[in-house]
């Protein structure tokens, strides 16, 4: 019996999505928080904001989530952070 090996590695599949340009700074950004809705994952969110604010003067603007972790968000949820915010943090619980 020949024992054969697979190279686990492969080409990422292509999106057709072209990734955001970075931000040059976060100095007085507005901040979108999404959760997954799962536990402590909202505290996760909001300790991690807590910092972009202090030191970058950032603030918060949207702080939504999804009830249930394996439904995906609702679309005027997606629409209404994409219109209202700069960057978006998001987190998974547990």
Same mark, same amino acid.
């Given at each position: 019996?020949?024992?054969? !090996?697979?190279?686990?590695?492969?080409? /990422?599949?292509?999106? *057709?999505?072209?990734?955001? /340009?970075?931000?040059?700074? !976060?100095?007085?950004?507005?901040? *979108?928080?999404?959760?997954? *809705?799962?536990?402590?994952?909202?505290?996760? !969110?909001?300790?991690?904001?807590?910092?972009?604010?202090? #030191?970058?003067?950032? #603030?918060?603007?949207?702080?939504?989530?999804?009830?249930?972790?394996?439904?995906?968000?609702? /679309? #005027?949820?997606?629409?209404?952070?994409?219109?209202?915010?700069?960057? !978006?943090?998001?987190?998974? *619980?547990?």
């Amino acid at each position: 019996m020949a024992l054969e !090996l697979f190279d686990p590695t492969g080409e /990422p599949t292509p999106t *057709g999505y072209i990734a955001a /340009p970075r931000l040059a700074s !976060l100095d007085g950004l507005r901040i *979108g928080l999404f959760s997954n *809705g799962k536990v402590n994952a909202d505290k996760l !969110l909001r300790y991690t904001a807590e910092i972009f604010e202090r #030191q970058a003067d950032c #603030q918060v603007v949207i702080d939504s989530g999804k009830r249930n972790a394996s439904r995906i968000a609702e /679309p #005027q949820v997606l629409e209404r952070i994409a219109n209202d915010v700069d960057f !978006l943090i998001t987190a998974v *619980g547990d």
